[in-house]
């Protein structure tokens, strides 16, 4: 057993959802609970800029996949 701090994993599924996803993300960057990954699940078939949107957010915090 390791002395390693807990991480909360966050699966959030994503299709067309450009209207909702930052605000989806911010919730989740806004919790107290720092030790958190959220991995992002895009659906093949999104045609909006839900993934534009995911991977600006990634880049600028790697806790999001």
């Known amino acids: ?3 390693a701090t807990p991480i909360v ?3 959030t599924p ?5 209207a909702f996803i930052n ?9 107290t609970y ?3 990954e959220l991995l992002v ?3 093949a078939g999104t045609t909006d800029r839900s993934p534009i949107l995911v991977q600006q ?8 996949r």
């Open 57 to 64: 957010r990634a880049k600028e915090d790697p806790r999001i």
């Open 14 to 18: 994503v299709y067309n959802s450009e």
């Open 23 to 31: 605000k989806a993300m911010d919730s989740v960057q806004d919790q």
């Open 34 to 36: 720092p030790h958190w």
């Open 1 to 3: 057993m390791s002395d």
């Open 41 to 43: 699940v895009m659906d």
């Open 9 to 11: 994993s966050i699966i």
